[in-house]
């Protein structure tokens, strides 16, 4: 079973400064099953990224994916009040379906 | 514009069950496979279960094995998730989704709250 490891836990930075998260999974997996996810308090899980780096729509363009293999990241290039949420990385896997979340990281304001 | 909305907010006692409902609309509901999704208060998001609505297939975390049933009513276009053996540490959010792009969840119910104490 794939284990995703996002990094850091935490990232403290103000409005305006940007943002790089990890997400590690523990054997290589295909880039077009990594999505990313926002999620704020009170909200459901909103879609940013899938396929590794493809925005879903509606998503600003200062949210970018990239990544292969084992390492995947989530930019944002100019935080905006509003982004400061927990975000997550989701791998699925065929055969069976299943899916695996990391354990998130929290972009908190400085 | 595709909507999944939720059955309410449920109280259970340890031991009992609860049945959640996502009602879906917007779309035809049986080219999209549908998964549950829970977050306890604090922690992270938790995948329950997957079900193919066209199939009806399944496939269940390992740990919710023997407690979970996931079902569809495609008559109501209709997604149930039913858990047994209610416990405390179940107490959480629960999301449905369907499954689009890549696999990927762009569409998610608002959550149903479920509260397990005696």
């Known amino acids: 079973e794939i284990v995703l490891t996002q990094s850091p836990g935490t990232l403290s930075l103000s409005p305006g400064e940007r943002a790089t998260l990890s997400c590690r999974a523990s054997?290589?997996?295909?880039?077009?099953?990594l999505a990313w996810y926002q999620k704020r308090p009170g909200q459901a899980p909103r879609l940013l990224i899938y396929?590794?780096?493809t925005r879903a729509p509606g998503i600003p363009d200062r949210f970018s994916g990239s990544g292969s293999g084992t390492d995947f990241t989530l930019a944002i290039s100019r935080l905006e009040p509003e982004d400061f949420a927990v975000y997550y990385c989701?791998?699925?896997?065929?055969?069976?379906?299943?899916?695996?979340f990391g354990q998130g990281t929290t972009l908190e304001i400085k | 514009q595709v909507q999944l909305v939720q059955s309410g907010a449920e109280v259970k006692e340890p031991g009992a069950s609860v049945k959640v409902s996502c009602k879906a609309s917007?779309?035809?509901?049986?080219?999209?496979?549908i998964i549950w999704v829970r977050q306890a208060p604090g922690q992270g998001l938790e995948w329950m279960g997957w079900?193919?609505?066209?199939?009806?297939?399944?496939n269940y975390a390992q740990k919710l094995q023997g407690r979970v049933t996931m079902t569809t009513d495609t008559s109501t276009n209709t997604a149930y998730m039913e858990l047994r053996s209610l416990r405390s540490d179940d107490t959480a959010v629960y999301y449905c989704?369907?499954?689009?792009?890549?696999?990927?969840?762009?569409?998610w119910g608002q959550g149903t709250l479920v509260t397990v104490s005696s």
């Open positions: 989704a369907r499954v689009g792009s890549s696999s990927s969840q762009g569409n």
């Open positions: 917007g779309y035809t509901f049986t080219r999209y496979a």
């Open positions: 079900i193919s609505v066209y199939s009806g297939s399944t």
């Open positions: 054997q290589g997996v295909t880039s077009s099953y």
């Open positions: 396929a590794a780096s």
């Open positions: 989701q791998h699925y896997g065929s055969s069976p379906p299943m899916y695996t």
